[in-house]
């Protein structure tokens, strides 16, 4: 089991930033990969951005030169930087962790809302 916890969301004008939280109950060393995802109202959830455990990334488009995902193991949290905000990045963020034993498990958080005003 792993228990996720989000923070850093709230209410920015479009240009600026935020940093968005997610810390874990277990050690990030045994959790296979952690990510971001979004999903805005009508709308599919989509990934934002992901990290593996050995540290390689991968984004969407729409966040590539804008969004930076990052870890800190000693704090079991993962970040997510979002800067040069638009109204479209507006949604529910989502993080998840995937942990592969014998099967693959997937785990979310409860959410933190982003709102990007124009």
């Known amino acids: 089991q792993v228990q996720l916890v989000e923070s850093g969301g709230g209410l920015v004008q479009a240009g600026g930033s935020l940093r968005l939280s997610c810390a874990a109950s277990?050690?990030?060393?045994?959790?296979?990969?952690m990510g971001w995802y979004r999903q805005a109202p009508g709308k599919q959830r989509e990934l934002v951005a992901g990290?593996?455990?050995?540290?390689?990334?991968n984004y969407a488009d729409f966040g590539k030169g804008r969004f930076t995902i990052s870890r800190d193991n000693a704090k079991n949290t993962v970040y997510l930087q979002m800067n040069s905000l638009k109204p479209e990045d507006t949604a529910v963020y989502y993080c998840?962790?995937?942990?592969?034993?014998?099967?693959?498990?997937?785990?979310w958080g409860q959410g933190t809302q982003v709102t990007v005003s124009s």
């Open positions: 998840n962790a995937v942990v592969t034993t014998d099967f693959r498990y997937n785990y």
């Open positions: 277990r050690s990030m060393v045994s959790i296979t990969a």
């Open positions: 990290i593996t455990s050995g540290g390689s990334t």
